[in-house]
Each structure stands twice: as C-alpha cells, then as structure tokens.
Antibody, heavy 122, light 110 residues
Framework: EVQLLESGGGSVRPGGSLRLSCAAS????????MSWVRQAPGKGLEWVSA????????YYADSVKGRFIISRDNSRNTLYLQMNSLRADDTAVYYC???????????????WGQGTLVPVSS | QSVLTQPASVSGSPGQSITISCTGT?????????VSWYQQHPGKAPKLTIY???NRPSGVSDRFSGSKSANTASLTISGLQAEDEADYFC??????????FGGGTKLTVL
C-alpha cells in the first residue's frame, strides 16, 4: 500500500525557516517524481514544486522560487521541502504527492499525504 | 500565465447527473496536454478521480467520467449520491515545467 506521511509543520514567524519531510512507503520511491502542493485555509490547491526520481531535476512555482528548495533522499525514501524567508501568504497545509503517468504532459498526482499545516504569523 | 477556470459551485439532487467544467487559457490544455481531476472532502487530502482526461483510477466509481473538447475539460458525475458532496479541482501541466490547478468547484447534493 502506497503511503505518504508528512511532518515538520508548525508555527513560524515571518522571515523564518522550516523544513518539511515526507516519508514514503509501499512503492519504489526512487523511480517516481514527487511534488509539494499547498492549500491556504479555505482556498484552492496550489502547485509548489516538483523533483524527478534522480533528484537532479527540480521545478518551482514563481511564488516560491528562490526561497524554497525541494530535495529527496532515495536511501531514506524521504522527500523534503526547505522553506526559507517565509511570508504570511505561505500559510497553508502542505501536501506531498506522487506523480504518475508518461510523458510529463500527462503527469497526474496519484497519491497524496495527509498534509502538514504551516501557519506563518508574528 | 496558464489559468484553469472552474465554476465556484454546482448542485444537484440525488440520482441526477452534474457536469463541472474546467476552461484553460494561456497555455494550459495546449495541444496534447492532459487534465486530471481531484475530489476533496472537508479536512481530507485530495484524491485522484480522473487522469489523462478520461481514465479512472482503480477503485473510483464508474459514475465519474471525464471528457475534453478544445480548451475545456469536463467532469461528469452521474447518479449523484450524498457522498459525492465535496470540492473538485482540475489540474494540468502548463508546458513550462509547472502545473496549475483550477480554483475548485464545490458540489452540493441537495
């Protein structure tokens, strides 16, 4: 059974940093691209970042580019999101999600974690 | 800037069929780009409901179906049930190494 379990969320002040983790199990982690998707309270879904299975190719939404870093440790089956220079509008539930499908134009998010809340407030 | 536009809300009575539209502009749905749909109940994680326009993942009811014409994709739910009441989001690759979600549609089962 595929499972994704996020951790690391919690209150942080504007300008602060936080690192989220997503522990994966039940599938061959190193062959799947992974992503982070966030949802502000009462709002819709926003794609944040993606990383290929080898960890060398990464993509970011303009809203987080230069502040967030996605990475993965395939030996630990874990995905990370390092969030720096946090702002109030980064407040959201952060989900990790697995990509499925080929080619990239057909990728969808087939499994999701339960999410971890990151409130950014002074 | 790729944008996917969904109606804010739709409603239907049990047993009826409803359709949620998702219109792409600015590159979203360009050419061969696919679309996927996600169901989200309150306080829960999104769940993949339709992928690659028309395909249902294992375990998703065949009451859910997807289609696409030009720059508009649609999710149809037939035989509406109370458990279908949820938020629904469409999503697509934009062609510039990013993905976009629609704003979401709240489905109310009357």
């Amino acid at each position: 059974e595929v499972q994704l379990l996020e951790s690391g969320g919690g209150s942080v002040r504007p300008g602060g940093s936080l690192r989220l983790s997503c522990a994966a199990s039940g599938f061959n982690f190193n062959i799947f691209a992974m992503s982070w998707v966030r949802q502000a309270p009462g709002k819709g879904l926003e794609w944040v970042s993606a990383i290929f299975g080898n960890g060398f190719t990464t993509y970011y939404a303009d809203s987080v580019k230069g502040r967030f870093i996605i990475s993965r440790d395939n030996s630990r089956n874990t995905l990370y999101l390092q969030m720096n220079s946090l702002r109030a509008d980064d407040t959201a539930v952060y989900y990790c999600a697995r990509y499925a499908g080929n080619p990239i134009e057909k990728w969808s998010f087939d499994y999701w974690g339960q999410g971890t809340l990151v409130p950014v407030s002074s | 800037q790729s944008v996917l536009t969904q109606p804010a809300s739709v409603s239907g009575s049990p047993g009826q069929s409803i359709t949620i539209s998702c219109t792409g502009t600015g590159g979203a749905f360009g050419g061969y780009f696919s679309v996927s749909w996600y169901q989200q109940h309150p306080g829960k994680a999104p769940k993949l409901t339709i992928y690659d326009v028309t395909n249902r993942p294992s375990g998703v009811s065949d009451r859910f179906s997807g289609s696409k014409s030009a720059n508009t994709a649609s999710l149809t739910i037939s035989g509406l049930q109370a458990e279908d009441e949820a938020d629904y989001f469409c999503s697509s690759y934009t062609g510039t190494n990013t993905w976009v979600f629609g704003g979401g549609t709240k489905l109310t089962v009357l």
